[in-house]
Nanobody, 125 residues
Framework: QVVLVESGGGSVQAGGSLRLSCAAS????????VSWFRQPPGKEREFVAV??????FYRESVKGRFIASGDNSKNTVYLQMSNLNPEDTAVYFC????????????????????WGQGTQVTVSS
């Protein structure tokens, strides 16, 4: 069992920045890696970014604007979002994926074993 808690969402104007956090807890937390996903209004949930030690991967539309990082000692991952635009408006989720599934699974929605509750990010033009 893994519990994920996101924080840091909010409303900003285009060009602004936000930093999201996702804290993981639970007995099996070390057996999972955590990725960031988002669900724009009326659309399906999509992969955004992942960080794990020296591995990072981003969806194309956020490259150069978002930075994923983490602190293993705190079981927390972060998503620094800069130069936000209205297309980034979504509920942002972190998802825990078993480390036995391999790195490709970190980008795949249906491979997520546990979800956080999500945090709303709204970007106005």
């Amino acid at each position: 069992q893994v519990v994920l808690v996101e924080s840091g969402g909010g409303s900003v104007q285009a060009g602004g920045s936000l930093r999201l956090s996702c804290a993981a807890s639970g007995r099996d937390v070390d057996a999972y890696r955590v990725s960031w996903f988002r669900q724009p209004p009326g659309k399906e949930r999509e992969f955004v970014a992942v960080w794990k030690d020296d591995y990072t991967f981003y969806r194309e539309s956020v490259k150069g604007r978002f930075i994923a990082s983490g602190d293993n000692s705190k079981n927390t991952v972060y998503l620094q979002m800069s130069n936000l635009n209205p297309e980034d408006t979504a509920v942002y989720f972190c998802g825990a994926i078993s480390r036995f599934k391999g790195y490709y699974a970190l980008r795949v929605r249906h491979e997520v074993d546990y979800w956080g509750q999500g945090t709303q990010v709204t970007v106005s033009s």
